[in-house]
Structure formats: C-alpha cells, structure tokens
C-alpha cells in the first residue's frame, strides 16, 4: 500500500451521524388534523351562525388559522440538522439552520473534547464539542434519549480516532 494510500485511508470518515429534530405528526397526521379541524369549525360555527351569534364564526375560524401557522412554524424549524462525521484526521460538524444556513466547523480529533452535562433526573441536558479556541454545542434539539445514544456513539467514535 503506497503512501498515498495510507493518507487516504485515514481521511476516510468512520463515524457518520445526521441528527434531525423529531417530529411525531408526519405529512398525513398534520393533513388529517386540519381537516377535522376545519369540519369542526364549520360545523360549530355554522350552528352558531345560525343562531345569529355570527363573531363566533370567525374568532373559531381564527384558532383554527393560529393552529396551523403555528404547526407550519413547528415544521420549518424540523429542517435543521447536523452532520457529524470522524476519522483518524478530521472531526467535522456541519449546522444547517432551518433557513438552509449552513457553518461547518473543524477539529482535529487529537485534540477536541466531548463536554457533556447531566442533570440527575433528566439525565444529558448538553452536549459539546470543545477545541482550538471553539465551543460547539450539538444535539440540543435531540430528545434524552436520542442524547445519550448519540453521546454513548461519538465517545466511542473519538476514543477510537485517538488510537
């Protein structure tokens, strides 16, 4: 195996992780709720439309209008994701923001540190990345458990680049 080889082989990442934020109501859940939603409100307001009580009609409309900005806000913010990736040479994080915004940040897996802090009851409540002058918090959109599966992983991934 030539030299270059070699080079190559160690830049070859060995740990991939891309971390998105969960979401339990997919496309299908979210039209369903809307839709039963807005028969509801029809139905209610078109009762109390009847009964000359006509405000009501289009304040409940109103809800059922904040409800679904509100969930189309909730689903724009599930774009953001992180991409972590380690080899023997490279420990690599790139931050995309809902907005398609993207930092990528560099270590070197030598010399980076995984900060972790707990609670007692709650268990990981943050997760770093600290080195060269650099502090980047990661996973903090993740639920405890996905934390402490994603914190067991990446110990073992660093540990192992450090060997």
């Known amino acids: 195996m030539g030299e270059t080889n070699v ?14 934020p969960h979401r339990s109501l ?4 979210f039209l369903i709720l809307m839709g039963a939603l807005g028969f509801g409100w029809l139905v209610t307001g078109a009762f109390f439309l009847s009964h000359g009580a ?3 009609f289009g304040f409940f409309g109103l809800d059922v209008v904040a409800l679904y900005v509100a969930f189309r ?12 990736s380690v080899s023997r040479t490279a420990l690599d994080i790139r ?7 993207s930092e990528d940040y560099h270590f070197n897996p030598f ?12 268990g990981i409540t943050r997760m770093a ?24 992983a990446f110990q073992q991934a660093l540990a192992t680049a450090k060997t």
């Open 7 to 20: 080079a190559y082989a160690a830049d070859e990442p060995f740990f991939k992780a891309l971390l998105t």
């Open 26 to 29: 997919g496309r299908t859940g």
């Open 54 to 56: 006509w405000p009501v």
């Open 73 to 84: 806000v909730n689903y724009r913010a599930a774009r953001a994701r992180e991409e972590v």
């Open 95 to 101: 931050k995309t923001a809902p907005s398609g915004r």
């Open 111 to 122: 010399w980076a540190k995984f900060a972790i802090s707990r609670h007692s009851e709650i």
């Open 129 to 152: 990345v600290e080195g060269q002058g650099q502090n980047v918090p990661i996973g903090g959109f993740l639920n405890p458990d996905d934390r402490e599966s994603f914190a067991k």
